[in-house]
């Protein structure tokens, strides 16, 4: 079992060290106060391989639950497209086709025959989830 300060296993898991200290009161990961070089120090257990916190694994569930397939304009009518990506600041959807959204609009429960062709074969080729 690998044990790093707080500063690098925020590094090696990708998150804050606040978050990571907030973890470690919630339970969701090990640590204890170690001897060091500078005095005591809290050391953290890193978790197994693929291990999320809560706030990353409720986004994976939600991410989950959404298709990426969605309409390019209010009236929800025409094809829909699989979204690539989104802007920052503002919803300005890219999909896979190269087409640039205003906004979103969620597709669900769509049939197979709304879809943008361009977007299903990019996402065929890429073997992303088609649902």
Same mark, same amino acid.
């Given at each position: 079992m690998e044990?790093?300060?707080?500063?690098?296993?925020?590094?090696?898991l990708n998150l804050s060290q606040a978050d990571i200290r907030e973890c470690i009161r919630n339970g969701e990961?090990?640590? $204890?106060? #170690?001897?060091?070089?500078?005095?005591?120090?809290?050391?953290?257990?890193?978790?197994?391989?693929?291990?999320?916190?809560?706030?990353?694994a409720s986004l994976n569930d939600l991410s989950d639950s959404i298709t990426p397939w969605w309409w390019p304009t209010a009236a929800? $009518?025409? #094809?829909?497209?699989y979204v690539e990506d989104m802007g920052i600041e503002e919803i300005e959807p890219l999909y896979l086709c190269g087409l640039r959204g205003e906004n979103v609009w969620d597709a669900k429960g769509h049939t197979e025959a709304d879809r943008c062709p361009k977007c299903l074969d990019v996402a065929k080729e890429r073997?992303?989830?088609l649902w």
């Open positions: 044990k790093l300060s707080i500063q690098d296993a925020s590094y090696r990961l090990k640590a $204890s106060r #170690e001897a060091g070089p500078a005095g005591r120090r809290w050391m953290v257990e890193l978790p197994e391989d693929g291990w999320l916190d809560s706030f990353r929800m $009518s025409g #094809e829909v497209h073997e992303l989830p």
